[in-house]
């Protein structure tokens, strides 16, 4: 089968209950036991994906079947299965995207200059206070009054960014990146049957045992 639409998944434990949509296109018949092949080819499979970050890979499972017949009958099947990967193992190998690393290094540059503007802000702001007759007076400079309040309000500005980067990254997970284009192979769980509604109505009709009693001849 050929990936019509590549998916992203993200790696959250809870993100497993809603999974994202992945669409295939069957390229070859199918392969039954015995050497026998099933009238499969173009077929459209859906299913969905999750990711496992331990095993780097996109785990799908499938949903439904569906293909048209030559005279434009729609065939439509719930099943059951799951995606082959390359190397032969469940699942996609896909590339991971992990941009906590960047918040993260963000807070910590936010880190370290708010550490900086607080120490400008006690170097501006250290001095002595002589005591007059009028009383003790400030002996700040206009200069280092501006300079401390421009490190305090710097200080607590970078503090706040670096709170933000924190908290975006806790909420940020990997993510599994599946490209479309690649082929991989499906297998279903069990068997499904392929003929039109109509036709299954009808073979369904035909196999069902009649219920009118038979009676036996002879006497009582």
């Known amino acids: 089968?050929?990936?019509?639409?590549g998916v992203v998944v993200s790696t959250a434990v809870a993100t497993q209950s809603n999974p994202q949509p992945i669409i295939l296109r069957l390229a070859d018949e199918g392969n039954m036991p015995r050497g026998f092949l099933s009238h499969l080819k173009d077929a459209v499979l859906i299913g969905s994906c999750y990711g496992d970050l331990s095993a780097e890979r996109a785990l799908c499972r499938l949903h439904t079947l569906s293909f048209i017949e030559g005279d434009g009958t729609t065939v439509e099947?719930?099943?059951?299965?799951?995606?082959?990967?390359e190397?032969?193992?469940?699942?996609?190998?896909?590339?991971?995207?992990?941009?906590?690393?960047?918040?993260a290094r963000e807070a910590f540059l936010s880190g370290i200059?708010?550490?900086?503007?607080?120490?400008l802000q006690f170097d501006a702001s250290r001095s002595v206070y002589p005591v007059t007759p009028f009383g003790q007076t400030n002996a700040l400079s206009p200069?280092?009054?501006?300079?401390?309040?421009l490190g305090k309000g710097a200080s607590n500005a970078l503090d706040k960014l670096a709170e933000f980067s924190i908290k975006r990254a806790e909420a940020m997970q990997?993510?599994?990146?599946v490209n479309g284009g690649r082929v991989v192979d499906v297998v279903f769980k069990r068997g499904i049957d392929l003929l039109p509604d109509e036709a299954l109505h009808v073979k369904l009709v035909s196999d069902t045992?009649?219920?009118?009693?038979?009676?036996?001849?002879g006497s009582l």
């Open 77 to 85: 099947r719930s099943v059951e299965g799951w995606i082959i990967g």
């Open 113 to 119: 200059l708010s550490g900086m503007s607080s120490f």
């Open 174 to 177: 990997p993510v599994i990146v």
């Open 143 to 149: 200069k280092d009054a501006l300079a401390g309040g």
């Open 1 to 5: 089968a050929v990936l019509t639409s």
């Open 209 to 217: 045992p009649s219920s009118t009693p038979i009676h036996s001849e």
């Open 87 to 103: 190397d032969g193992a469940p699942g996609l190998r896909g590339k991971i995207v992990d941009r906590a690393g960047e918040v």
